[in-house]
């Protein structure tokens, strides 16, 4: 049976998982042999700290201009969750407000998909082009508007 789908036996209903593939539980076996030793604890806990911060800051600095900004924090993040359990937490956490937010737009009509993805590219454009003229020192819509006039 597929993992997730839920089966009557005897009116209880049971959601059976799907093991993990076999690299999967490869990783988990060697964290915890590594887990085991007091010094690869700590080894583990800031490789994986240092690993999660730099793709968290790499996210932050990307978060104004077009591209994964969001994503590289929220993958960061998990990162983190593979150590930290306030990470764990955190990501439990973001990953249910997307999905309740990714279901509720999915039960909108058409018109509010469209007026919702709309004000997300006029904001994102609004975003880089401010982050072009201000980290960069370019106009943009001067120089098209410039360009509109002398051609």
């Excluded at 937490?89 to 999905?99: D, I, K, N, P």
């Excluded at 904001?123 to 201000?134: C, Q």
Aim: overall charge positive; cysteine-free; proline content about 5%.
């Amino acid at each position: 049976m597929a993992g997730g789908v839920k089966q009557k036996r005897g009116g209880v209903a049971v959601v059976e998982r799907r093991s993990p593939p076999p690299w999967r539980q490869r990783i988990s076996t060697t964290l915890a042999l590594v887990r085991s030793n007091p010094t690869g604890r700590i080894a583990l806990k800031i490789i994986f700290g240092v690993l999660g911060a730099l793709v968290v800051a790499i996210g932050i600095v990307l978060i104004p201009l077009p591209g994964p900004g969001w994503l590289l924090v929220i993958a960061g993040l998990g990162i983190w969750a593979v150590e930290f359990h306030w990470a764990k937490r955190l990501l439990a956490f973001t990953r249910r407000h997307v999905h309740g937010w990714t279901a509720w737009v999915k039960r909108q009509s058409l018109f509010v998909r469209i007026v919702i993805g709309s004000v997300g590219l006029v904001f994102v454009g609004t975003v880089a082009l401010m982050s072009i003229k201000y980290s960069l020192g370019i106009d943009v819509i001067a120089q098209v508007l410039h360009y509109l006039a002398t051609h």
